[in-house]
């Protein structure tokens, strides 16, 4: 049996994936495998997963990401068996490879990037979640510092809930600006306006809205600066930094 989970939402993504494994490991008792197939040795292990029939577990279950075109074969073969469940998570679509996920009897849910009412909405649930009281004004601030990044989103109003003050959308008047220069400057004047936007701003909100005018190349260095942050190898303020001093 095979579940797909996809698309570039990942705080919506991520929770409907703890909703799946709450259900297993209330019924099994046990936390499922994690294969990540892009790291040495998981393709082996999971090989060894699936020939396995466990007396205490005999519907195995294990969660996969960063699979490649040349695991599609070996997945397709989960489609109807009964008595394995593989839940794949991707980041975006997969590969023509992959086409079996998205059709019966796989049970595949996209998670697309959330823009206009749709990201306002989703503000408004999450607010109302952490029992926040969120304006018009807020939100559309939120929605404007963050953009579709939900888990920033999130972390925010979880700041709120604690206390904390809502970003302001508007940023002060040199935000905007100081934002540009940031990206487009000299060495000095870019240092500058980071030292001023950290400061008087939230690094994520600075990260994000940076990321909106980053060129072809910024843009794949700060979806890599994006991957560490989120992983915990890396801080905002370190990856902004690092922008400056490598273009």
Known sequence: MLIHLYGPDAYQRSQKERQIVATYEKKYGHAPERFVLSEKND??????????QSLFSPKGFAIVSEVEPENAKLIKTLVANESKTLLIIA??????????????????????????????????????????????AQVASLALLCGSDTWGIVHELEKLSLGGATPN????????????????????????????????????????????????????RMANYDV???SGKLEYEEALLDLILRD
């Open 43 to 52: 393709y082996a292990r999971l090989l060894s997963f699936l020939e396995s």
């Open 91 to 136: 980041e975006k679509k997969l590969s023509k490879e992959f086409a079996f996920l998205l059709k019966d009897p796989v049970q595949s849910q996209e998670f697309p990037e959330l823009k206009g009412t749709e990201l306002s909405s989703f503000i408004r649930k999450e607010a109302k979640k952490q029992n926040v009281e969120v304006s018009d």
């Open 169 to 220: 959308g508007e940023a002060g008047k040199d935000f905007f600006p100081l934002i540009q220069g940031f990206m487009r400057g000299t060495l000095g004047s870019r240092l500058s306006s980071l030292e001023w936007l950290l400061q008087n701003n939230d690094p994520v909100a600075i990260f994000n809205v940076s990321t909106s005018l980053a060129t072809p190349i910024q843009k794949i």
């Open 228 to 230: 560490a942050i989120k």
